[in-house]
């Protein structure tokens, strides 16, 4: 089982940026499909971008594409990264990094670990 912390949230102005970092206690690549998921006021859990075990295929949630960029660190190989840019409000919410053995899921469920979750707020 993989304990994962996140960080880098924090509150930002509409059309910022952020980079959210998720550090693990064993080493993702090889081990752990790796997922964000958002959890925005009065909603569910969605999910927002992943990367499979073995390689770095990644899916993004269609309100991601084009503006967040999910990264691992291949040096040491137990942190992945979300880097989000031209924020807004809509993507207010508690960031959450997720693990499971197997592949990228959308659905919250197939996942076994979760990090506590980082707060990310988008000023208008």
Known sequence: QAQLVESGGGL?????????????????VGNYAMAWFRRAPGKDREFVAGVSRNNNATSYADSAKGRFTL???????N???????SLTPEDTGV???AANRYDVK??????????????????S
Do not use: F, K
């Open 106 to 123: 959308h659905d919250a469920s197939e996942y076994t670990d979760w990090g506590a979750g980082t707060q990310v707020t988008v000023a």
């Open 95 to 97: 960031y959450y990094c």
């Open 71 to 77: 990264s691992r660190d291949n040096t040491h190989y």
């Open 12 to 28: 930002v102005q509409a059309g910022g940026s952020l980079r959210l970092s998720c550090t693990a206690s064993a080493r993702i």
């Open 79 to 85: 942190t992945m990264y979300l880097q989000m840019n």
